[in-house]
């Protein structure tokens, strides 16, 4: 119900250009495989109803006790990254949902932190490399950030590699995560970072965030604001200069 809501509001009230799920659409990790296919299959029709192109993140809980092809074919998508350009803006989505071993894909475990296979990370700077203003998007957040006791705790095993890819590339405005499950933000290098609340906790039932972005060519300057909805209503910004040293 939360979540319908949340699809309605957009439709009636936001009229986003594009939809993207962050990722942790099933919740339990003791949830039987049947019954986490049937979850991944309500949330993929509720969120299709949305008036405007969807993307999917893959969050941990999702491959609990699926394969990361089984989230795949039932959200209907072919791939776990993607790049979009809308405007004069680039958005992209990439995995955080390998394992560290072997750079293998994540499949059927309880619980893991996230970490970006090599091959992933080359994928990632080969889709910033543009001269558009560009929003990246995962699951798990590059930064280290509070976690449910109010901890900080690390979201992806390397992300010191991760951080670094967006830091070579000055068009890239923001970083959005989910994950982590309250909404918080934080600034790190000159890179802006956004992590929205998640909808597996009770405090984060029908919390979703809107995402302004406006681009000023002649000044090469580039504006986001990032407002956050559900119990825990939160807005952030962020501006940055597109070819030079200033964030």
């Known amino acids: 119900r939360e979540r319908e809501k949340v699809v309605r509001d957009c439709n009636e009230e936001v009229h986003p250009d594009i939809g993207i799920g962050g990722g942790d659409y099933v919740e339990r990790s003791g949830v039987k495989p049947e019954k986490a296919k049937m979850q991944l299959r309500e949330i993929n029709d509720i969120f299709k109803k949305i008036d405007a192109p969807r993307r999917y993140a893959l969050g941990n809980h999702d491959m609990r006790v699926l394969s990361k092809e089984e989230v795949m074919e039932i959200l209907e998508i072919h791939s776990s990254h993607n790049v979009t350009d809308m405007g004069d803006w680039r958005i992209v989505v990439f995995d955080t949902n390998f ?66 890819v967006s830091e070579r590339h000055q068009n890239v405005i923001a970083v959005v995560s989910g994950h982590t499950p309250r909404p918080q933000s934080a600034v790190v290098n000159g890179v802006h970072y956004f992590i929205s609340d998640t909808l597996v906790s009770e405090a984060g039932l029908g919390a979703f965030a809107t995402i302004e972005l406006q681009y000023f060519p002649l000044a090469r300057r580039a504006t986001v604001r990032f407002e956050h909805f559900g119990l825990r209503p939160e807005i952030y910004t962020a501006e940055a200069y597109l070819g030079r040293n200033e964030r």
């Open 99 to 164: 394992n560290k071993e072997d750079d293998s894909d994540r499949s059927r475990q309880p619980y893991a932190e996230g970490y970006v296979s090599q091959k992933e990370l080359r994928w990632l700077e080969a889709a910033i490399t543009t001269d558009r203003p560009t929003i990246v998007v995962s699951h798990h957040s590059p930064i280290t950030a509070y976690n449910v006791d109010n901890v900080l705790a690390r979201n992806i095993a390397n992300e010191e590699s991760v951080r670094a």
